[in-house]
């Protein structure tokens, strides 16, 4: 207190001066109607000059990451159709009735469009509700995915709105491989943090490092061979003959908007004829 005071009193002139200058600037404004209106436009301006300000730097930084959504959904789907393409240009030397002009509707999947319009993922059962539903064609146990990977599976379909379960649910599971190696286990979500899952069954003879990708095997009749998981993040000996791997996912949930629902047009068939072995 006493250096405040000691502040103020050796620049006491400054203060008076700068107190003076407002009572002046007040008069002059408050009783002349000219000065009046040209502050209150001068300072109008200036407002309307730093919100354009202010709104463009926003529209910036949302172009920035739209831009950066969208490069990632395009590189998802630029690497699905790349994996699509091995396949079938064995089909084409095994089948030579394949032509090369046959066009991807024939396709064993379909990917729907949709938006996600309720997400939780602070719960131990997250979900996530889409805006499209059986009109839509959407049904239930097809696979959702997100511009970055692996999203979900449908749990409940309407006319208009589905419910998916995310892999941040407790009870969802998913075979996925480590893509260096193509040996696969369970993966599951421990309920801790919606940003990492961890992968079981996976023996400790097999060599795995941190950073390597994890993608869906194909073989859970849910999802297609090669959808991006994540990325392994650390690993331990868990006591028995496999490793306790920490991934990081691929999909942020916190950021969840537009994904795709997966019709897979084949699914009953396989369910039909695995049925007796299962």
Do not use: C
């Amino acid at each position: 207190m006493r250096n405040l005071l000691q502040f103020l009193a050796k620049h006491n002139r400054i203060f008076v001066f700068i107190l003076l200058e407002i009572v002046a600037f007040y008069l002059i404004f408050s009783s002349n109607d000219y000065h009046n209106t040209r502050l209150v436009k001068s300072v109008r301006r200036s407002t309307l000059a730093w919100e354009s300000v202010i709104s463009d730097v926003r529209n910036y930084l949302m172009i920035r990451k739209l831009n950066t959504d969208l490069h990632a959904e395009n590189t998802f789907l630029r690497n699905y159709i790349a994996g699509l393409k091995p396949a079938r240009d064995s089909a084409v030397l095994l089948f030579p009735s394949v032509e090369e002009s046959d066009s991807l509707s024939d396709s064993r999947y379909r990917f729907l469009r949709a938006e996600v319009v309720n997400n939780s993922v602070v719960r131990q059962r997250n979900f996530f509700t889409l805006d499209a539903g059986t009109l839509q064609g959407v049904d239930t146990n097809m696979a959702v995915v997100s511009p970055w990977g692996v999203a979900g599976i449908i749990v409940a379909a309407g006319d208009n709105f589905s419910v998916a379960m995310p892999v941040i649910n407790v009870d969802f599971r998913l075979s996925a491989k480590v893509k260096t190696n193509d040996f696969f286990g369970s993966l599951s979500w421990d309920g801790a943090d919606y940003r990492f899952a961890v992968l079981n069954e996976i023996p400790q003879h097999v060599e795995i490092n941190a950073g390597d990708t994890v993608v869906t095997t194909g073989y859970s009749a849910f999802f297609p061979e090669g959808i991006p998981v994540g990325t392994i993040t650390d690993f331990k000996k868990s006591g028995s003959d496999f490793y306790h791997i920490r991934i990081r996912l691929a999909t942020d949930f916190r950021r969840l908007v537009h994904v795709y629902v997966i019709r897979d047009r084949l699914r009953e068939e396989q369910l039909k004829t695995e049925k007796g072995f299962l």
